[in-house]
């Protein structure tokens, strides 16, 4: 059975796949607030629009006190930003940037929920495959998605509130530009050896916003996840994240040892493309 959606709150709305599944939902007179730091040149007198940092704590619980007398039956959070850096000159600035966006915020709309949320209501995580693949230079991104999933799930079982975590392979999207803007100085950190590997690493970033799953097909995915009456806690998107899902059943330094001549092996091809 389906489950009928009446009010829809959703969080990082400027992202593509977010437009996308607004898109759906509009056709279907569901009532959508939407949040988010940038414009949303989205207009319907079924859309209600916010402006916020979610990075900002009090700036999540600003945001619901717009939402007085208002029951959500589904909540998305679709924010988020991906830092990359070698571990071994990663700053502790660029860590708590990561977590501020990805998991923080999370936590923040999480603690707010339960005056604003019904009774079978379910949130919603759009994660990665990067929170159980293990992917070199993007430790940050991987933290906060790991750690985001674990939030969740333990909200569940404490809650009784139904939790779903859509771990996404890549998706054709601007969020891509977006981190290799966010990251103009973190790639100035990729010197002596690890200089081809940062070169690849921001080519290989702007050529994701032209592959992988469009992002009508994986907001249509998510439509479909939504709207069941009992969404299993976890999905894999993308045929990438279940090839991901299945390397990571192989644990310690064989699969390290795969991963570094794997890396080793789109860095010279890269190269040699140039």
Request: with cysteine; aromatic share 12%.
């Amino acid at each position: 059975m389906k489950k009928h959606l009446r009010n829809v709150l959703i969080f990082g709305a400027t992202s593509d796949v977010a437009c996308e599944l607004i898109n759906i939902l509009l056709k279907l007179d569901v009532v959508i607030y939407a949040v988010s730091r940038g414009k949303l040149n989205i207009e319907h007198k079924n859309l209600k629009k916010f402006n916020a940092d979610l990075s900002l704590e009090e700036n999540v619980f600003d945001v619901f006190k717009n939402f007085n007398g208002i029951k959500f039956d589904t909540v998305l959070n679709f924010q988020g930003v991906a830092i990359s850096s070698p571990v071994e000159v990663l700053s502790k600035e660029e860590l708590q940037k990561q977590l501020d966006i990805s998991l923080f915020s999370l936590l923040s709309v999480l603690k707010s929920l339960p005056l604003y949320i019904t009774d079978d209501a379910t949130v919603v995580a759009i994660s990665s495959m990067a929170s159980f693949g293990i992917y070199p230079f993007l430790s940050p991104y991987s933290i906060s998605k790991a750690s985001s999933d674990i939030l969740l799930s333990a909200y569940e079982i404490e809650t009784g509130i139904k939790t779903v975590s859509i771990k996404s392979g890549v998706i054709g999207t601007k969020f891509w530009k977006f981190c290799v803007d966010e990251n103009e100085k973190n790639f100035e950190k990729f010197k002596g050896k690890y200089e081809n590997v940062g070169k690849y690493l921001k080519d290989n970033a702007l050529k994701n916003a032209n592959k992988g799953l469009s992002p009508k097909f994986a907001a249509k995915a998510i439509y479909k996840i939504i709207t069941r009456k009992s969404p299993k806690a976890s999905y894999l998107l993308g045929n990438d994240a279940r090839f991901t899902s299945f390397v990571s059943m192989f644990k310690g330094r064989f699969l390290f040892s795969l991963i570094r001549k794997v890396l080793k092996f789109k860095v010279m091809r890269f190269l040699n493309e140039r």
